[in-house]
């Protein structure tokens, strides 16, 4: 098949993770790098790419998430891991400003739209809030289901999670769309963000492997076309 023509029916015709209606690995990977097209029960759906990425439903769509760090090739339980950065999105995960939340993330209960926790002195238990004094923030944060999927509140006994809480608060599309572009302190790996501005994809230099969330930005994707797909045509129809 022409690569032109590939890359023209792609641009046109993406497929989400997760969703039915492809024919080509070109309509996945067009909207997350390395997805690709199965025939399940004869019809083409695209899949996050297999034993490194789990697949996550957010507000905006599908997303795939990386069970693996892009700097070190691990792949122990992150649990609170975001979609982006592609490979660090777990060094983003939302922690409360205040310092006597300790250093547990944000949590948050997948499918709630409670903007008011259920359980007093516990957290985690309604959409995404912040612990300290409970404002609402799920206009711009999205709740995903951890990676692997656990139960916080079980798995760490020693926090405040709310019994319900299974899920981590992640920059909504529209939100991680306008962050700014961060390079890190050795940046040395080309990836692309969406200079909202200008409207356009454009490319710079990034140190994955740095440790503090500082340097990371959710407006960091692996392609050009990763880049346009979630951002430029956010608005465009996806199936």
Known sequence: MNSAFLASYASTHQVNPNQPGCTYDVQCESVWPGSKCR????????RCPEETHVA???????VCISLKDHASGGTAPLYFVCPLPEGAGFKISLNDPSPTMGAFPVGCTVGSS??????????GGGACMWPSDGEFIGDVYDCLHTSPHINLAEKFPQSNYAPTADGVCCPSRALACIQPQLTGPNPSEPRWWYNSVTGTCQ???????????KFHSPNNFKTIQHC????RDSECSII
């Open 203 to 213: 490319q710079f230099m990034w140190d994955s492997g740095a440790t503090e969330a």
């Open 39 to 46: 025939m399940d029960s004869s019809i083409g759906t695209c």
């Open 56 to 62: 996550r439903e957010t507000r905006d769509g599908w």
């Open 114 to 123: 409670a903007t008011i926790e259920p359980v007093q002195g516990l957290h």
């Open 228 to 231: 346009e797909s979630y951002c």
